[in-house]
């Protein structure tokens, strides 16, 4: 049989193994066990696993190697349950088996994740006393370590007589898979030190730990021992290193190896692009996609749906209708569940909900397309839209994952549904469906549906608190008018936590602003500056905001002129603290210095500074700012008309105020015809005071300090019957005179 072995190796074809099979049959060496194990081994190779099971199952009496390859060519097809049956047909035959056929089914049993199954082929290779073959010992770890029953495939690994390279790499990348990446990193740390020859496997998972923790010290270690033992020309292990430095944030190292790399291949260019969105740099990333379409280089889904991606988050809707062509003219699949969903995404985040919805009738089976919708329609400001898309969505029979649910919930607390969200949150409860990120939608919702005690009861459950988790509760409260309660929370997360993030100052500036705490104010600006957080436009201006409110005006025009960047919000801020303080002068300067500065005013800017002409008394600026808003397009809205009012009725002009209201495009509302009253109560106009009363009592406002300002004024004029039938008025409406308070700094606190 042995002359006929080199045949064997000529066989190319099924056809010409077929002849030799022939051959060998008519020459009566079909029987002999050698040829027909070759057989078998030969069609499975040519991919005709029927005829290896033909000849094997013409086989009379089939030895332990026999079986052993006809496992094993189960298993090369993906036959796993019948790889197993085979296996059990083979042990009730003998008492003996050959250690060949363990790695096979220790394969098929990993594949098919059944821990009882492996247990017992486990069991088994210890009963026959080949559990010291290395094979076997590192096909155990594997079986346990690839579906996750790690403290099995350490414990295997640990009692092995002899550790390799491939045992230590299938225990990394095990752990690395199921999620115990420190665990992984650990041992790759023990296997340098051990001197193992590192292998491609074991850094990939090591690169690929890194990046998930985002430990970029670590990572760059590992790139350096990549550097020393000359490993660059695996292209994945390329494409990993791209994507690690991606997720620590390292672009410029990123881009380094990829302008190092000798042979580019797709996922090379798509990890790069892929690398440029995780950090913002979205037009770097159709720059790169450009290149790549002019170096001929093929894409796949996957960078196209990068490229999607980056488009929608520029909102550049035009070059998102390329990339969608470019998938309809190479016969992509639209409803494919990376690139449906990431052409719902694109036009979501573009706002063309129409086309939003074609896209989406394609791909309504997953459920990432469903929340790209419906967190389009959240952001568009459709929140009932979003939870009527939720209901259908679950009526389908699609279950919802934490996105959906973190997207009703912002839903529900954008229109204050808290019935809605109430019911979500059951659904949270039963399904146990509670990670960090569901957990800060709930504390959101509720505190935007003013039920804040729910949210705090959250809050306090909540075992592990991320900064997100403390920055939501910290603006729920302050969202809620306790802004006492959220300086609080404030101090309680410096002494707990050593991170804290812009986010967090914001809402503690906020916080402080809204109270007039100066003192306290004063100190979260110095603990953001000791804590090193960057100073952005937002937090720079909120500093302006809280500075001005609490009657520090030099401390704000500081801040304002430290700016490197200033938005419009800024210079209201500013203008604002002046108005507010009656510095009408440094206000109407530093409006022409805005405007000087190419900066369009808005209506609050306007507002402002006819709130502070109004105070100070400045008519003609008045009339001068008023008609600077018409001239400039925008359109005035009654808080500009009541500052008007307000500004011609303490100058004296009631009558011209009087034509203001009567000439107003839209009714007037209770705030305008109270200026009048205010006007007309300094000016002693006692004839139309009766004429407003009766509109006020019209409009039938809940706000008790118009009648209170007709009652003085009746009282004033010494008609007590008149003042007296105002407060009865009050009293019958059933509302009740909100007492005034004021706030003032005791030795550098608030007293409660």
């Known amino acids: 049989m042995i002359q006929y072995m080199p045949l064997f190796r000529q066989c190319t074809t099924a056809r010409s193994l077929a002849k030799l099979h022939a051959h060998l049959i008519i020459n009566g060496l079909h029987k002999d066990p050698l040829a027909s194990t070759k057989l078998i081994e030969s069609y499975s190779q040519m991919g005709s696993l029927k005829s290896s099971r033909i000849v094997f199952n013409t086989y009379s009496n089939p030895d332990s190697f026999m079986w052993g390859v006809i496992i094993k060519c189960h298993v090369w097809h993906f036959h796993l349950q019948e790889s197993i049956f085979l296996y059990n047909s083979m042990i009730c035959q003998f008492q003996e088996t050959s250690s060949f056929v363990y790695p096979s089914v220790l394969r098929a049993v990993s594949a098919i994740g059944d821990l009882g199954i492996g247990q017992k082929v486990h069991g088994r290779i210890l009963k026959c006393g080949v559990e010291l073959d290395s094979f076997i010992e590192t096909s155990l770890c594997s079986m346990y370590g690839e579906n996750g029953w790690m403290g099995y495939a350490r414990k295997m690994f640990d009692e092995m007589s002899v550790r390799d390279v491939v045992s230590w790499s299938s225990m990394i990348s095990s752990y690395v898979r199921s999620g115990d990446v420190k665990e992984g990193l650990g041992m790759f740390g023990e296997l340098v030190k051990e001197g193992v020859e590192v292998d491609s496997v074991a850094l990939l998972s090591a690169v690929e730990g890194c990046g998930e923790l985002g430990v970029w010290r670590v990572g760059r270690s590992i790139h350096g021992y990549v550097l020393r033992w000359d490993i660059r020309s695996d292209g994945s292990l390329?494409?990993?290193?791209?994507?690690?430095?991606?997720?620590?944030?390292?672009?410029?190292?990123?881009?380094?190896?990829?302008?190092?790399?000798?042979?580019?291949?797709?996922?090379?260019?798509?990890?790069?692009?892929?690398?440029?969105?995780?950090?913002?740099?979205?037009?770097?990333?159709?720059?790169?996609?450009?290149?790549?379409?002019?170096?001929?280089?093929?894409?796949?889904?996957?960078?196209?749906?990068?490229?999607?991606?980056?488009?929608?988050?520029?909102?550049?809707?035009?070059?998102?209708?390329?990339?969608?062509?470019?998938?309809?003219?190479?016969?992509?699949?639209?409803?494919?569940?990376?690139?449906?969903?990431?052409?719902?995404?694109?036009?979501?985040?573009?706002?063309?909900?129409?086309?939003?919805?074609?896209?989406?009738?394609?791909?309504?089976?997953?459920?990432?397309?469903?929340?790209?919708?419906?967190?389009?329609?959240?952001?568009?400001?459709?929140?009932?839209?979003?939870?009527?898309?939720?209901?259908?969505?679950?009526?389908?029979?699609?279950?919802?994952?934490?996105?959906?649910?973190?997207?009703?919930?912002?839903?529900?607390?954008?229109?204050?549904?808290?019935?809605?969200?109430?019911?979500?949150?059951?659904?949270?409860?039963?399904?146990?469906?509670?990670?960090?990120?569901?957990?800060?939608?709930?504390?959101?919702?509720?505190?935007?549906?003013?039920?804040?005690?729910?949210?705090?009861?959250?809050?306090?459950?909540?075992?592990?608190?991320?900064?997100?988790?403390?920055?939501?509760?910290?603006?729920?409260?302050?969202?809620?008018?306790?802004?006492?309660?959220?300086?609080?929370?404030?101090?309680?997360?410096?002494?707990?936590?050593?991170?804290?993030?812009?986010?967090?100052?914001?809402?503690?500036?906020?916080?402080?602003?809204?109270?007039?705490?100066?003192?306290?104010?004063?100190?979260?600006?110095?603990?953001?500056?000791?804590?090193?957080?960057?100073?952005?436009?937002?937090?720079?201006?909120?500093?302006?905001?809280?500075?001005?409110?609490?009657?520090?005006?030099?401390?704000?025009?500081?801040?304002?002129?430290?700016?490197?960047?200033?938005?419009?919000?800024?210079?209201?801020?500013?203008?604002?603290?002046?108005?507010?303080?009656?510095?009408?002068?440094?206000?109407?300067?530093?409006?022409?210095?805005?405007?000087?500065?190419?900066?369009?005013?808005?209506?609050?800017?306007?507002?402002?500074?006819?709130?502070?002409?109004?105070?100070?008394?400045?008519?003609?600026?008045?009339?001068?700012?008023?008609?600077?808003?018409?001239?400039?397009?925008?359109?005035?809205?009654?808080?500009?008309?009541?500052?008007?009012?307000?500004?011609l009725s303490r100058a004296g002009d009631i009558d011209k105020a009087y034509e203001v209201i009567t000439s107003m495009p839209f009714p007037a509302d209770v705030s305008i015809w109270g200026a009048l009253v205010n006007g007309c109560r300094i000016h002693k106009r006692m004839d139309i005071i009766k004429m407003i009363q009766q509109m006020l009592e019209n409009m039938q406002t809940d706000d008790t300090g118009y009648y209170t300002l007709l009652s003085n004024i009746y009282a004033e004029g010494g008609e007590w019957n008149e003042s007296r039938t105002v407060r009865s008025k009050i009293r019958s409406l059933g509302l009740r005179k909100v007492d005034g308070y004021s706030m003032i700094e005791v030795e550098k606190r608030i007293p409660a």
Not at 452 to 477: H, P
Not at 515 to 535: A, D, P, S, Y
Request: proline share 1%; charged share 20%.
């Open 238 to 647: 390329i494409n990993s290193l791209i994507a690690m430095y991606g997720k620590c944030g390292d672009v410029c190292s990123a881009e380094f190896i990829f302008r190092d790399a000798v042979d580019k291949s797709t996922y090379t260019w798509t990890a790069m692009i892929s690398c440029y969105n995780q950090n913002g740099c979205y037009r770097e990333a159709l720059t790169l996609f450009v290149k790549m379409h002019e170096f001929d280089v093929e894409c796949n889904e996957v960078t196209l749906m990068a490229v999607l991606c980056s488009c929608a988050r520029l909102g550049w809707l035009k070059e998102g209708k390329s990339i969608h062509g470019f998938i309809v003219r190479n016969s992509l699949d639209c409803g494919d569940d990376l690139l449906g969903s990431a052409l719902v995404d694109l036009y979501a985040n573009c706002g063309k909900l129409s086309d939003c919805h074609k896209v989406f009738g394609s791909s309504q089976e997953h459920v990432v397309s469903w929340n790209m919708l419906i967190s389009g329609y959240v952001q568009e400001g459709f929140s009932k839209n979003a939870l009527m898309l939720f209901v259908d969505m679950v009526r389908k029979g699609i279950l919802p994952d934490s996105y959906t649910l973190a997207s009703v919930l912002s839903a529900s607390g954008d229109i204050g549904f808290s019935e809605f969200g109430g019911q979500i949150h059951s659904h949270i409860i039963r399904t146990g469906f509670s990670t960090e990120f569901v957990q800060n939608s709930l504390i959101d919702m509720y505190s935007k549906c003013g039920l804040v005690d729910y949210a705090l009861m959250i809050f306090k459950d909540t075992q592990e608190r991320s900064v997100v988790t403390w920055n939501s509760m910290m603006c729920g409260l302050t969202q809620n008018g306790l802004s006492r309660e959220a300086i609080s929370l404030f101090d309680e997360m410096y002494l707990n936590l050593s991170k804290m993030d812009e986010v967090t100052f914001l809402a503690a500036i906020q916080a402080c602003s809204t109270t007039g705490w100066l003192e306290k104010g004063k100190l979260v600006h110095h603990k953001l500056i000791i804590f090193g957080v960057r100073h952005d436009m937002y937090i720079d201006t909120a500093l302006t905001d809280m500075y001005a409110k609490c009657g520090d005006l030099w401390m704000a025009r500081r801040v304002f002129d430290s700016m490197l960047e200033r938005s419009i919000i800024s210079w209201s801020a500013m203008i604002g603290g002046y108005g507010m303080h009656g510095q009408i002068d440094d206000a109407i300067s530093l409006f022409h210095e805005m405007v000087n500065c190419g900066i369009k005013p808005n209506d609050i800017i306007i507002t402002n500074i006819l709130s502070a002409c109004s105070h100070s008394g400045y008519l003609n600026e008045g009339k001068y700012f008023f008609n600077l808003m018409i001239n400039l397009s925008i359109d005035p809205k009654p808080e500009h008309f009541a500052c008007l009012v307000d500004l």
